[in-house]
Nanobody, 120 residues
Framework: QVQLVESGGGLVQAGGSLRLSCAAS????????MGWYRQVPGKQRELVAV???????NYAASVKGRFTISRDNAKNTVYLQMNSLKPEDTAVYYC??????????????WGQGTQVTVSS
């Protein structure tokens, strides 16, 4: 079994910054992709950013230029640096990872979510 534990959420004023972290632990052979999604009540969960094991990244258009995703492969940890935050960034942020538990098996895992609230 694999666990993803997020940290770093909270309340911040518009224009401020937050840094989210997500650490993976458990039966891990390697981690293919790691990413962040967010969800507000009544809406579908949406991709924020994703990073591959090789360091390739992809961002939602709404956060490009403001958010930066990075990862520490040695620590099985992914980060999301969020700058110039806007009230519309308010959501529950979820960590996601594609974890290989052996050479042939990859599974998709989710964290429990962390609340980010941006006040105007």
């Amino acid at each position: 079994q694999v666990q993803l534990v997020e940290s770093g959420g909270g309340l911040v004023q518009a224009g401020g910054s937050l840094r989210l972290s997500c650490a993976a632990s458990g039966r891990i052979f390697s981690i293919n992709y790691m990413g962040w999604y967010r969800q507000v009540p009544g809406k579908q969960r949406e991709l924020v950013a994703v990073i591959t094991s090789g360091g390739s990244t992809n961002y939602a258009a709404s956060v490009k230029g403001r958010f930066t995703i990075s990862r520490d492969n040695a620590k099985n940890t992914v980060y999301l640096q969020m700058n110039s935050l806007k009230p519309e960034d308010t959501a529950v942020y979820y960590c996601n990872a594609g974890v290989m538990v052996d050479r042939a098996s990859i599974y998709d895992y989710w964290g429990q979510g962390t609340q980010v609230t941006v006040s105007s």
